[in-house]
């Protein structure tokens, strides 16, 4: 039990090397009977080969085309159990995805459906234009490049573009869902006994054994059919069998990506097949695994089922809509081009979306469509976070503060963990060492910064405890299998569970977090608005339960099992708690809550972190990976604890961090109870400079970051992008998962992540093009094919380039922290591509409210063209308004308001406050030869002279630029323009 084992868990943190995941406490897939079922179905369908064919079969007498849409139903049936009846339903939505889905009919039971009513923002639109066609042998779709199949007999669904298999579900024959069904009592074995002559017992006789038509299929013995043991617990299982397996292959896509989270590599290795990677399939079951593995397909907290594959010709996705526990194999039946995957899940429906891409650009906003894009955040939520178990009173918060300002070290927000509450009842101040919870916010919101106080699921079950009592009685708890509230252990000692499956806890919960006393109880009145909130242990995660979670057979609101809603679960209590951070304010500011456990859909309700990785470098390695593996499935405001959250990081480790932190979206360093203080003001120097300018550095960028925030929340295109994301025909760059772009923007980074490293092998794309040193602006050029350059990457260096034809814009002026920078002046850096060209955008709003919903927004395109011939030519930068939405982006319609293109006035307020915010530096990299005159051009105020200074050296468009080639650069000095404002900068060669 973790409760007791904390003292093991210093002794493990203290001594490096003996980190241990505690695998016993989890389940391999053949401890699970339904993975083992899932598994031996494969294997026997494999030893069978060609003769192996899918029971299940669509009856085409049964097919009902809708008049009026895109959908169809039709019965299925297995030639196992001709009395069993299934239901399929096709349905293809407007955008091209199609959603396949499959259920029991009239079924003993109702299986579980509810998972993609979490997952979609809504019920998605079907095509009105698109119309099935029924044949003798299939049923089918075409619609522009897109077709979709449905065959008979066997059942089978293929999505094809251009004719070529893209995604084909049940082709290998491995659908099984297993029906309702009574439980049978084992028939007693008869046996003959005869005797010989002297009457002794000779011979035993057994009954012959009873033939199984289903063996071949199903094997020969019911296994884990009605209750399962593990360790010291035993599962149930009241409603018997009920898992789901199904095939899903890509028959020309030798990369999948996806299915968050494990600590793996970017593209999925396998599991199965020849010489798999692993030997265990990926598993996603939601769960607090202590000291996990920084390589392993074992589950860890959160759960999104999406996978993507991908090859040079097409991106397309997979989105199977299932709660509960599941399992999949990986294996390549043709090695560099098809893969073959297994999904087995516990309980529910069959309910998977095909989408059909063909760009992961198309795949972002079609998943987007489904599941909305990331909330926009509150602007100091991308800002520097310091954490750690525990900032132990309301001095040392204030002491940390001070320290962070003698040293002039950024910071946006403080952080306070389970000791802030009295006996870790969430909410209750413990008074002895907070006594002035509000004083304190209020001290620490002088500087504009902000805080987050963690609030876990589970309840101190005392009387005492008015959240928990309040709970009790208005019955918002979690049941176990006998009816009564459940109970387990937590942090709090003897705890309860919110059931936030239950409609009625969200009014309650929302009235917990509002500011004033309520009439109608608890309210938390100790608390401010600028106090967000950490949602953690919400897997959930029960010391003394199964696998450290709930046992899967107590029951929420609607009789339903924990079994089948387990991976939602988090995701719906980080949902709740945010809508109670928004509602506590009016006019509403935009809530922070992190969360640990996730789903699909989460990304609409804040951030998440990896939770507790080890102070390793592989750990620190493998967050990279990580994050990018969240940040496609939806989840882009994702990161992983600074440091390591066990252990004592050398301070080469601690640099190397921070330099990984700056470039994640969510960038929180956070420390374990038992580690050594390790706030970057404590470092020796050189270290603490060197964090200081990484801070800085991240300060600096915040309008890259934000921007790039501001595109995932309309596009869902993630912020941190791997490389077959920006360049999805480069074959050399499906595996890379160690360097990343950052939005739009053109920056490439591959943060060190081994020790003693003094230089970086980065990899360039394949593709005509210049890239900048970001620090030094040495050039070095990509070609078609694409090739590797070796960045020099000391302990202060960070290997970072920015890609010609980009401009970006900074704020380059130290602050404490994000808030006091919101008037800051900005420097444009033009970095020119190969033709003279550049562009680049930057998106500014109050960074707080809701307002640029309405249109309160300032969105610009900077664009660098080139006229003329070398000698003469003209560069001209101007700074032009975007200012609407572009037609195309997936606007998330579940925001309090639509952003409307019609609302949309340049000279709106927000705009308005900030119209004496100037760009005070332009730099441009790559000129070819010394200017003659560099002007500014104003509508209305006519040409003006600007002061500007050069240096020689080599231009973006020479043929000949070497590997660090150092290149002109032009510094255009406070060109006296607004950010706000139209004009252009003439540079006359
Ligand atoms: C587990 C979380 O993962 C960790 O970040 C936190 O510090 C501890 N719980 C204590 O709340």
Redesign the pocket.
Known sequence: MRWVGIASLVLASLAPGVFAVKSQDFKTCSQSGFCRRGRALSERAAEAKGAWVSPYSLDSSSLSISPNDASFTAAVKSSLYPDIKFGLELRIHDDGVVRVRMDEVDGLRKRYDEAASWALIREPEVSKDIKWSAGKKDVKAKYGENEVVVSYAPLKVTLLRNGKEQIVLNGEGLLHMEHFRGKEEPKAQEEEVVADSEGQQQEVLQPEPEVNPRAWFEGETEDAYWDEKFNTWTDTKPKGPESLSLDITFPNHAHVYGIPQHATRLSLPTTSGPDPTYTEPFRLHNADVFEYLADSTMSLYGSIPLMHAHSADSTVAIFNAVGSETWIDISHPVPGKSTKTHWISESGILDVFLLPGPTPSDVFAQYARLTGTTALPAHWSLGYHQCR?NYVSSEDVRSVQKRFDEEDIPVDVFWL??EYAEEHKYFIWDKRSFPDPVEMTNDVAATGRKMVV?I?PHLKRTSSYPVYQEASEKDLLVKNKDGNEYEGWC?TGSSSWLDCFNPAVVDWWVEKFKLEPSKNGFSWVESTKDVHIWN??NEPAIFNGPEISMHKDSIHHGGWEHRDVHNINGMLFHNLTSLAVLRRTDPPQRPFVLT?SFYAGSQRFGAMWT??NLGTWDHMAVGIKMVLANSIAGMAFAGS?VGG?FGNPEPEMLVRWYQVGIFSPFFRA?A?IDTKRREPYLLDEPYKSIVKDTLRLRYKMLPVWYTAFRETSVTGKPVVRPHYVEFPKDINGFELDDQFFVGSSGLLVKPVTEKGATEASVYLPAEDQVYYDYFSHSTYLSSGTGKRIILPAALDQIPLLLRGSSILPTRERPRRSSPLMAKDPFTLTVALGRGGDAKGELYLDDGTGYQHESGEWVWREFVASTEGKKKNAKVRIENKNLGKTRAGEAVDPTRVTDVSTETYDSNNAFAKSIEEVRVEKVLVLGLGSKPLSVKVEIPGEGEKELVWEWKEGVAAGDKKIKDGAVVSELVVKDPRVGITKEWAIVVQL
């Open positions: 178990w963990d389970i963690i876990d942090w953690d242990m640990r939770g507790d604890d959250f956070h374990h």
